[in-house]
Nanobody, 117 residues
Framework: QVQLVESGGGLVQPGGSLRLSCAGS????????VAWYRQPPGKERELVAS???????RYADSVNGRFTISRDNAKNTVYLQMNSLKPEDTAVYYC???????????WGQGTQVTVSA
């Protein structure tokens, strides 16, 4: 059974930084794609960034240049470093593990990020 646990959310002022962590269990965590999604209030969930097992990354246009996704496979952890935060980054952030071999998505419980003065 795969479990994903997010941490690191909170309240930050515009222009500030936060680092989110996603700790995964199970051996499949380090060999599959992990992504961060977010769901702003009243809106649909959207992809923020993803990282494959070899470390190649992709970003949504809205966060490119401000956010950095990384992974430490030895610790089964993926990070999202968020800099120059804006009020529109306010959302619940979710960690996602996609396992194409079995066609399943796993989700964490989410962590709230609020950017406000």
């Amino acid at each position: 059974q795969v479990q994903l646990v997010e941490s690191g959310g909170g309240l930050v002022q515009p222009g500030g930084s936060l680092r989110l962590s996603c700790a995964g269990s199970g051996s499949i965590f380090s060999i599959n794609t992990v992504a961060w999604y977010r769901q702003p209030p009243g809106k649909e969930r959207e992809l923020v960034a993803s990282i494959i097992s070899t470390g190649r990354t992709r970003y949504a246009d809205s966060v490119n240049g401000r956010f950095t996704i990384s992974r430490d496979n030895a610790k089964n952890t993926v990070y999202l470093q968020m800099n120059s935060l804006k009020p529109e980054d306010t959302a619940v952030y979710y960690c996602n593990l996609f396992v194409p071999l079995i066609g399943l998505n796993y989700w964490g419980q989410g962590t709230q990020v609020t950017v406000s003065a």
